[in-house]
């Protein structure tokens, strides 16, 4: 027995450690709500996740000992990445300094300030790089960097740093993963990021949402109703209310 509690201890010992530090930007003010994201070497797996506090401290705790790569990445700021090779205990990274990224936006030099403030959400405007460079509405938010979520584009998923459920919306209407994966990022006027939800999500797992506010266009919208109905109008003819034009033409046929 004590043989077991002796191994146990040391065990515990060592795969508790902890990678702690501090985000500052370039006048060294700390940065509040930084996303920092723990991924294994060398499958790149994701490990653990914090955001950083009001003073711009983090900590993650509980690690085994391995190598890991360490990421952390604030919005209108240069993410920066941190090679922590062989971690066999516990350390403090001191001051990381995150550099100001200068974005266009509508033809103006628009430096970290393409985010309203608003008390119930954060409402986040694409940069026109964004917009170039981005092909779903997965990129787009992977690229924006939003503090407390964590975007993979390749899988198509989003959750918050501890793992939590996001909800993605469409113009305020729930929307599914095909429909998110379409979204055209030239049609996204804003996007709105809600990381404490209301009472309406209160019977719910929903942790955060995230509601893409796009163009309405006159017909074929990608994006609006979140429903598909088909009506007959007589003569033999049906039409098909939907926001996918996909979705009408693989729905409905019409005769004459």
């Known amino acids: 027995m004590l043989l077991i509690l002796v191994c146990t201890l040391i065990s515990v010992g060592v795969s508790a450690q902890t990678i702690s530090g501090k985000l500052i930007d370039e006048d060294s003010q700390p940065l509040p709500y930084a996303n920092v994201v723990l991924l294994s070497l060398p499958d790149s797996v994701f490990v653990s996740g914090a955001t950083s506090d009001d003073k711009g401290n983090f900590i993650l705790k509980d690690l085994s000992s391995r190598s890991y790569l360490l990421q952390v990445s604030y919005i209108g700021y240069q993410p920066q990445s941190i090679l922590l090779e062989n971690l066999d205990r516990k350390i403090n990274l001191g001051d990381i300094r995150l550099v100001q990224d200068a974005m266009a936006l509508k033809g103006v030099t628009v430096t970290g300030s393409n985010v309203v403030e608003k008390i119930d959400r954060q ?66 006027l804003r996007v709105e990021y809600i990381d404490n939800p209301d009472m309406r999500y209160a019977n719910t797992d929903v942790e955060a949402v995230i509601n893409y506010v796009v163009k309405r266009m006159e017909l074929g919208v990608a994006g609006g109703f979140n429903l598909t109905n088909a009506v007959t109008i007589g003569f033999g003819m049906t039409m098909c209310i939907s926001r996918s034009i996909t979705n009408c033409r693989s729905s409905v046929s019409t005769t004459m």
């Open 123 to 188: 409402i986040v405007i694409p940069s026109s790089r964004q917009i170039k460079a981005d092909t779903s509405g997965y990129e787009l938010l992977d690229h924006m960097q939003l503090p407390g979520l964590k975007v993979n584009s390749m899988e198509r998923s989003i959750s918050t740093v501890s793992g939590g459920r996001v909800q993605l919306r469409i113009n305020d209407i729930e929307a599914p993963t095909a429909q998110v994966q379409t979204l055209r990022p030239d049609e996204v």
